[in-house]
Structure formats: structure tokens, C-alpha cells
């Protein structure tokens, strides 16, 4: 199977900024040399538990310290940005990467976030579309560009300069026309699932999706993808939290262990969730940390993690990715294996 790595990362208050991107930044670099194909990283710019505040910066300076891995935004919100900036720094990481980047889009699932640049009252997602599009026509452009669109104007028409190279927008690298374009899915009969299977972006099924809800993801995206299905299925990206361990007996002991750093994600996760009444992603009769936990968590030997992802390609046929989301790093090192024994034996 094509293996991802995502993180979001969730972490305690307390943790030093720096601390976590080292974090991010060895991982990635793991990912890279033991076969990943892709690693997305999350991005808030008002919250404490994840400290990534630009996906972009981070796919950046990663571009650098790997080779081979895709590098990809989960999310960059369009909406929080202007179109002509937001095309220019695409255009850089994807030349930094050397066509290696993936762009996921969203407008802003975080309300703090939202709120802090002013938008609580705006049409985020019809916005986000519309950058989307600005962006879309600048890669393809010849200047001089002049666009008019309900809430943006993109011009360089007035200072337009041939001779002195003015007014000319970079394109992606080498004018590549694959960029591939994400989107997050959630909640069920998720609105994003539908849109990005008409548009053939690919999906990235969301790690707190209960069984149900990524089944419910999966068929909706084949029910609504021209595609034929063998195509489809190669939009549609699993993220889980996985936790390897040597047998299934031991898996059990600790992936809900008190000290377990896969409970205490989805503690902080279960608590925002429920706090915007969102937390049925988790499971329709789900109260607790614990009870979310054991609805979404993939764990066992290797063995039995591979069967467990066996069961989609049996049911519906391959997808692009299990993509396997990280947790904050703990002293126990039956934790610090998990991603070595899915990387190795998986």
C-alpha cells in the first residue's frame, strides 16, 4: 500500500513551538527514507494545541531536508489570504520542492481562527472557491492578467513592463498542470466529498471518521467521481491514528493506557468536537474520550493492521493512501516504534 504521514500535531499547552517542529521536521525526514509517499501538516493560527501556523512554511522548509516524499497543506485557507500573494508562494514552495507539493484547501475549520482575521460573517467557503479560482487563472495566465471577481482584483496591467520583467506572474514548476488539489472530509454526507469527486480533486478522509462515516465517505465519492471507480479510488487518501505493536495482546495494554498519547489526542480532539457539536464523526452514541478512541484507532501487530486495511481494498478496491497520523512523542518506547514497525512491516 502508499503510506502518508500527517501531522496535525495536537500537543499540551506547554509544549515549546520549536520542540514540535523539530519533531515534525525528523519525522518527515523518516517518512522520507523508509518509502512514504506524502506527508500533510495541519495548520492553526490561534490555537495552542497545534502550533503549526503556516502548512505552507513548513512544506517549504521540508522541501529541502527530503527527496522524494510529495509535501503536502492539510490545510491552507484560501480565504485567509490574497489571491496574487497566495499564488506567489505556491508557486516558490512548488519550485523549492521540485513539483513535490500538493495543495489542500479549506476556509478555516477553527473559529478563533476565522474570527482573528475578521471573517466570522462572510461566506468563507464560497470565498475560498472563488481564491481558488483566481489562483487557477494566474498559473495559466500571460500577462498583462486582469481579473474582477465579487470580492478580488488582481491587475498588473497599469504598470505592466515587458522590458523590465513587471507584471509577470511565476507559474508552477516547469508549468506543471498536475497539481494536485485536497480537500478534508469529516462529518457524514460531508459537502466536500461531493465537490472535490465532481471536480476530481482527491479527498483525505479525516483520522476521527468512524467506521461508518468512511464508508459513508468512500461510496459518496464513487457515487459522485465521473471517474471510472479504479481512478476514483486513487483520489481517496484514509488518514488514521495507528499504533504498531509487536503483538496484539500488547497493542491492546497500551493504546488506551492512561499515559497513552493516542488517548490524549483524542481527548483534546473529543472536547473542541463536542464544544461546535461535531463530535458524531466519532460515532453516533459516543460520550467520552475513551469510547472515540476505540471507534477510530487502527492497533495490533502488524499483521493485524494489515488486515485491518485489507478490508477496504477487499470491499471497494485500492485507494491512494493510508496515511498515518502522528501523535506527540513519550518516553515509553512502545510508542516510539509504532511508526518504525508500520514503515518496516506494514
Not at 479525516?206 to 462515516?213: D, K
Request: aromatic content about 10%; proline content about 2%; overall charge neutral.
Amino acid at each position: 500500500m502508499n503510506k502518508g504521514i500527517f501531522f496535525i500535531p495536537v500537543n499540551d499547552q506547554t509544549v515549546q513551538n520549536d520542540i514540535i517542529f523539530d519533531q515534525v521536521i525528523s519525522e518527515t525526514t523518516f517518512a522520507d527514507k523508509n518509502g512514504f509517499t506524502e506527508a500533510f501538516f495541519g495548520e492553526h493560527i490561534t490555537d495552542l494545541h497545534e502550533k503549526i501556523s503556516s502548512s505552507l512554511m513548513m512544506v517549504s522548509a521540508l522541501s529541502k531536508l527530503t527527496n522524494k516524499i510529495k509535501l503536502g497543506t492539510l490545510t491552507t485557507n484560501l480565504n485567509f489570504h490574497k489571491p496574487a500573494t497566495l499564488s506567489a508562494m505556491i508557486s516558490q514552495v512548488d519550485h523549492l520542492s521540485k513539483g513535490r507539493f500538493m495543495l489542500g484547501i479549506g476556509c478555516g475549520a477553527n473559529r478563533s481562527d476565522v474570527e482573528s482575521i475578521d471573517m466570522l460573517d462572510k461566506d468563507n467557503h464560497k470565498i475560498m472557491l472563488e481564491v481558488y479560482d483566481i489562483i487557477n487563472e494566474i498559473f495559466k495566465s500571460k500577462s498583462p492578467l486582469k481579473i474582477s471577481t465579487e470580492n478580488f482584483n488582481v491587475s498588473t496591467e497599469k504598470n505592466f513592463n515587458p522590458e523590465l520583467g513587471l507584471g509577470f506572474f511565476n507559474g508552477l514548476f516547469k508549468n506543471r498542470q498536475d497539481l494536485e488539489v485536497l480537500m478534508p472530509a469529516l462529518n457524514k454526507d460531508s459537502y466536500n466529498v461531493k465537490l472535490c469527486a465532481e471536480k476530481n480533486w482527491s479527498i483525505v478522509i479525516s483520522n476521527f471518521c468512524s467506521q461508518e462515516i468512511v464508508e459513508n465517505h468512500i461510496e459518496n465519492y464513487l457515487k459522485y467521481s465521473n471517474l471510472s471507480k479504479k481512478d476514483a479510488l486513487k483520489k481517496i487518501k484514509l488518514s488514521k491514528l495507528i499504533f504498531v505493536a509487536g503483538d496484539e495482546k500488547e497493542a491492546k495494554k497500551y493504546y488506551n493506557h492512561e499515559n497513552s498519547p493516542y488517548l490524549k489526542v483524542v481527548e483534546i480532539l473529543f472536547k473542541k468536537l463536542k464544544t461546535f457539536n461535531k463530535h458524531n464523526c466519532f460515532g453516533e452514541n459516543v460520550t467520552n474520550a475513551r469510547e472515540a478512541l476505540e471507534n477510530i484507532i487502527v492497533y495490533g501487530s502488524p499483521d493485524v493492521v494489515k488486515e485491518k486495511f485489507a478490508y477496504y481494498n477487499d470491499k471497494y478496491g485500492e485507494l491512494s493512501s493510508i496515511v498515518y497520523v502522528n501523535v506527540p512523542e513519550t518516553e515509553h518506547e512502545i510508542y516510539k516504534k509504532s511508526l518504525e514497525m508500520f514503515a518496516k512491516y506494514v
